[in-house]
Nanobody, 125 residues
């Protein structure tokens, strides 16, 4: 079964940190760009960050630049999202997704092929 599984969410105080993981099973992530998306209560889903298949190129939403870092370990078939200086407005369900990107040297997170079920991040004092 092909699936992505997110983990690492939880409750954290403002200013705190969390690291989310996105692990793939049933397929290899080597040829996929991986994106992190989030959806806050009552809001539309938004893109947070995207990493190219090689890991050599990344992009971020303006709202998280300088605070979040996306990375990947293809040997572990896992992508990470390090989130620092968290704010209450970062509260959301965070999803990872994979977009087939063989041969591309840049992040491509537009037509996602696989989605995880999400992990909840709550930033509150």
């Amino acid at each position: 079964q092909l699936q992505l599984v997110e983990s690492g969410g939880g409750l954290v105080q403002p200013g705190g940190s969390l690291r989310l993981s996105c692990a793939a099973s049933g397929f290899t992530l080597d040829y996929y760009s991986i994106g992190w998306f989030r959806q806050a209560p009552g809001k539309e889903r938004e893109g947070v960050s995207c990493i190219s298949s090689s890991g050599g190129s990344t992009n971020y939403a303006d709202s998280v630049k300088g605070r979040f870092t996306i990375s990947r370990d293809n040997a572990k078939n896992t992508v990470y999202l390090q989130m620092n200086s968290l704010k209450p407005e970062d509260t959301a369900v965070y999803y990872c997704a994979a977009d087939w990107s063989y041969g591309l040297g840049y992040p491509s997170c537009y037509g996602m092929d696989y989605w995880g079920k999400g992990t909840l991040v709550t930033v509150s004092s």
